[in-house]
């Protein structure tokens, strides 16, 4: 059985550099088939909490010097090269990113095992009745682990998958960025890498940019990180069948919402008048700048972490101010007529606000 170390090992001459190099080295644990029979009960079905291309994901325990802990194993399809993820999340490390604990390779059997998110993935949540706040910090939180792939690290790393799927949540609501199977490295000084026309990205949250020229640009992931915050706004999916049947998806709806003036249409119901109007103003000109078609007119993450977490600002201090402010959420108390926007082109330059 193979050892981590020879995933993480230098290469030889005349070889691609390892994306390992780029990053401080971390340990990472690797475990026995048998450990992971064990810790799912030999992959009991009872204890499967996702499915989906990658293979199956199972709830696990094993005991170690703090006792019993509950983590996320992943079982990867046949198919399946755990290789990619391990050399890029093992040597990782943000708040907003998921944590890796181990791996194994035995047997033909290819295991990631995670650290395990109470509150399940954002897709599980769409429909849920989350308070704006709490939705706002997640896309905070999203955008900071994206800001700190593509800049907080000596390459670039695009990560490629960014939807509601691969965001999970933990206990405390605090989203992680998870699946790196399909993540790419920037070559220094090189502003994008090309993608094999079979590419798995999934189309309803890709780049049009990148589905023409088969481009991989760190504002590929500006646009599905886009995508999110219209769903979360929204409270729908991106191919929303209610939608579809009316022949355009949840960006072509926005982006028509906001040109005709009726932005206010797209709000999740359970939303009306819960949103302050400055920040709902903020937060939908950031979302439709991330969306647009052309990769230089998308604001970089870092810019869209700046402006959310203003808007999350602006909502907090307005909801401080509200002395009639309901505890439980459930009474509207902004103005509904106040949810506009101005209406700007589809390629014009990303919005700036004051972070104060």
Known sequence: MKGVSKLFRTSKKGAKPSPSSAFPERSCRQFSLAEMKIA??????????????????????????????????????????????????????????????????????????????????????????????????????????????????????????????????????????????????????????????????????????????YRLTDKTDVYSFGVVLLEVLCGREAMDFRLMEKGQGLVKWAQKCKREGTINEIIDPYLMGKIDPECFKIYVDIAISCVRNKGEARPTMGEVELILEHALELQQSADAAMKDVDPTGDVCIYPIDEYTCNDSSGDASPPSYVHN
């Open 40 to 213: 799912t009960n030999n992959f009991d079905a009872n204890l499967v909490i996702g499915e989906g291309d990658f293979g199956t994901a199972y709830k696990g325990f094993f005991n170690d010097c703090n006792g019993t802990r509950i983590v996320a194993i992943k079982r990867l399809k046949l198919n399946e090269d755990l290789r990619n993820e391990v050399v890029f999340v093992c040597q990782l490390h943000h708040p907003n990113l998921i944590s890796l604990i181990g791996y194994c390779i035995d047997e033909g059997v290819n295991i990631l095992v995670y650290e395990f998110m109470v509150n399940g993935s954002l897709f599980s949540k769409l429909h849920d009745r989350l308070s704006w706040k709490q939705r706002l910090k997640i896309c905070v939180g999203v955008a900071r682990a994206l800001h700190y792939l593509h800049s907080g690290v000596k390459q670039t790393i695009i990560h490629r998958d960014v939807k509601p799927t691969n965001i999970m949540l933990d206990k405390n609501w605090e989203a992680k960025l998870s699946d790196f199977r399909l993540s790419n490295m920037l070559p220094p000084g090189i502003k994008y890498v090309e993608i094999k026309r079979d590419s798995e990205t999934t189309l309803r949250y890709l780049d049009p940019e990148c589905f023409i020229t």
